[in-house]
C-alpha cells in the first residue's frame, strides 16, 4: 500500500532560479526506494505483455491520483508557477528489458508540442522508478531551449507507435544548442522537473538486465489554455 504523506518540500530560491534559467532541476531523492517501488508494481499488474505505454492509470487508481497531489512534489511546482496548479495526465514509460519497446528512443522534440499552451506553463515531472543512465535509456535535454517557445517541428504517432519507429514531435534545434547537450543521470526515486518548452529526447535501452521505467506528471498553471488531445485526453485536476 502506498502511503501518501503531507511532507512539503522547500524549494530554495538557488533552485528556483536554476530552473527557470535551464528549463529543469533534478530533485534528489524526492521519493524512497520503497515508495517508486509500489509506484513501479502498480503499473506492472496493469501492464501487457510488450510493457507499452500506459497513459492517465491515476484516473482509476487513487494511489496514483494521490501522488499527483503529493504536497512535496505541488509545492515546487507551485513554487516555479508561482501560482496554484492543476494536474493534466500522467504516463508511465517502463523501457523493459527483453520487450519489444526497450530499445525504443525519443527523438528531440518538446512536451509542449502536445500541450500547446502559448504561454509555457506546463511542466511534467518524471519519476526514476529506477537507476537511469545512458545504457539503460535516460533521457537527454538541451538547457536553455524553454526560452525559445515552441519551436517547428514534424508531428510523429507518439503513443504506442509501432515498434521500430521513434516516437517525439520532431523539432529542428538552433544551432547555438547543439554543444549542450545534458544527459539526465538519476537514481531510483531522484524527479526530473522538466520545463514545457526545454528540448529533449531519450537513449534506447540497451542493457541487458535493467529496465528503465519512468512516471511522468504534467501540470499545468491554473487558468492556461491545453490541448486535450487524440490520445492524451488532458484533463484538470485540482491538487488541493
Known amino acids: 500500500m502506498l502511503e501518501i504523506d503531507n511532507k512539503l518540500y522547500n524549494f530554495t530560491k ?28 502498480i503499473f506492472a499488474e496493469h501492464a501487457d505483455e510488450n510493457f507499452s505505454a500506459i497513459l492517465n492509470l491515476d484516473r482509476e ?21 508561482e501560482a496554484e496548479a492543476y494536474g493534466l495526465m500522467t504516463q508511465m514509460l517502463f523501457k523493459q528489458v527483453g520487450t519489444a519497446y526497450s530499445g525504443q528512443s525519443w527523438t528531440v522534440h518538446q512536451d509542449n ?6 504561454n509555457g506553463k506546463t511542466l511534467t515531472i518524471n519519476i526514476a522508478c529506477e537507476d537511469t543512465d ?33 516516437p517525439g514531435n520532431t523539432l529542428q534545434l538552433p544551432d547555438h544548442y547543439l554543444n549542450k547537450k545534458k544527459d539526465i ?17 531519450s537513449y ?21 489554455q491545453f490541448a486535450v488531445g487524440k490520445n492524451a485526453n488532458r484533463k484538470e485536476f485540482s491538487l488541493h
Open 185 to 201: 543521470i538519476m537514481n531510483k526515486g531522484d524527479v526530473l522537473f522538466l520545463h514545457g518548452n526545454c528540448a529533449h529526447g
Open 204 to 224: 534506447g535501452n540497451l542493457s541487458k538486465n535493467r529496465s528503465r521505467p519512468l512516471y511522468s506528471i504534467t501540470y499545468i498553471k491554473k487558468g492556461e
Open 14 to 41: 538557488e533552485q528556483f532560479d536554476f530552473y527557470h534559467e535551464n528549463g529543469f532541476i533534478i530533485i534528489k531523492n524526492l521519493f524512497s526506494t520503497k515508495e517508486v517501488g509500489e509506484i513501479y508494481n
Open 113 to 118: 508540442s502536445y500541450h500547446q499552451n502559448p
Open 134 to 166: 545512458v545504457e539503460n535509456g535516460t533521457l537527454y535535454l538541451y538547457p536553455g531551449t524553454h526560452k525559445e517557445g515552441i519551436i517547428n517541428f514534424e508531428a510523429r504517432k507518439s503513443f504506442r507507435e509501432d515498434k521500430d519507429k521513434s
Open 61 to 81: 487508481v487513487e494511489e496514483l491520483h494521490n501522488v499527483m497531489k503529493m504536497p512535496r512534489i505541488v509545492s515546487i511546482v507551485e513554487s516555479i508557477f
